[in-house]
């Protein structure tokens, strides 16, 4: 683990030139750029506060807060994985010329959805008040929840980029993983939408103590019970853990693979 | 003056390339394979037992037939590959130039490149900075500096990314067949900064088919056959040696 903290302060520069690369491709050659980053959530908050306020009337106060405040990290999350599965893949000839830390290409894909994440999170913060929803001081407990969450999410990329190398069936199963997860994690329902005697499933899926964190802090004004934080670190670092050393172990392996 | 102290030393190093055959695609081959339970792979030596020394200074010539192993040997000394045995050490900065502009991206702007590149090779960006001017003054490419490099002549695509290996000033050069390409010019102005990079006491590896190229620039040659090496001596020596070796082939050809 303190290889992993050394290997990335070492080469901190490298995976931040390469998570702005992946940004500026991103967004490149369209007429508003960076901005997308910003109005792409902003237009997705918009229809679902529309469809939410007017058509799908449910029982819920601002629901659309209620949602985004779960939504955008559950994005961040997946979205990371996606890109992170294929990336030691897709750099793989440039593993096979120069010798590059492995670990970056994984990291570069995390920092640069964090950057979004935060970006998305501008819009959210301007649509609290225009929906007339309190804007709790518990916003300034996000980044506990946003380290969690980012630990988390790298351990996974770093497991499922390694796996991918391997099995190229890797990131078609990660999709259809991703999926039912989405719906398996109290995203677009309350956590009590679940009967009680079913309570215990959900405490074995270990994105939810973050994800809490999130809408408690967001859309309740609340802070997370201690055994609820400490959980989301608990889930999180051993997430990071199985994933580096599985990474770790097979890492001087790939350059024959891809 | 050149130290006698080694900058790269292999010891007893050895390649295992897995080749596998018929690797299921699909389920049907998968399940055909379990049941006849054959080993579907074969590992091939790229590398045998490759010892040498390489001191500070010297300009080292790999030659030898293609698929001997120059390239690989290269790469294990490039760190791309760990050996599957024996130990390589290599003392100071490398920079590979395996393949012209293998960390480029093509969306990105020459400058943003010379940058990344750096960064990939092990560089910090305050080095890249300071080498930057140097490095776009010697590839020569004018305004398209900002221009991302897809819209790059080959011509200018492979100078910036000559430049940028050289241009960041590494203790040893190592040099894979890229010459090749590129107009006389380009090669000629290349081959005068290898030559001011070897008379600054600096290391190169040059793997060539260009005999000329070997004879001129090395003061010592590997001939490299079936992952061994055959002859480790003189340029001319081996260079001698790799045309015995190539005669029976070019015999049979005509």
Known sequence: MTELIRESYRYRELIWALAIKELKIRYKRSVLGFMWALLNPAFMMLVLTLVFSTIMRLGIRHYAIFL???????TFFSQSLSYAVESIVTNGDLIKKVAVPKIVFPMAAV????INLLLSLIPLALLVPLLRHPFYWTWF????PLLALAIFTLGMTFFFSAANVYYRDVSHILQVVLSAWFYLTPIIYPLDAIPARYQWILKLNPIIYVINGFRLSVYYGQLPKAPSILASFVCAFISLFIGFSIFRKYQNNFVFYV | MPSTEPVIRLENVTQLFRVIHERPDTVRELFSKLFRNRSSYHDFEAVKNVSFDVPHGQALGIIGRNGSGKSTLLKIIAGVYRPTQGKVTVEGTLAPLIELGAGFHHELTGRENILLNGLLMGYSKRDMLERQQRIIDFADVGEFIDAPVKQYSSG?????AFAVAIEVDPQILVVDEILAVGDIGFQQKCFERIRKFRESGKTILLVSHNMGQVAEHCDRALLIDHGCVIV??????AIAMYRTLLSPEVVAAQ
């Open chain 1, 111 to 114: 920092v640069s959805n964090i």
């Open chain 1, 141 to 144: 407990y996000l980044p506990v």
């Open chain 1, 68 to 74: 985004l405040s779960v939504l955008l990290p559950w």
């Open chain 2, 156 to 160: 200018m695509y492979m100078r910036l």
């Open chain 2, 232 to 237: 480790d001596g003189h340029a001319d020596e």
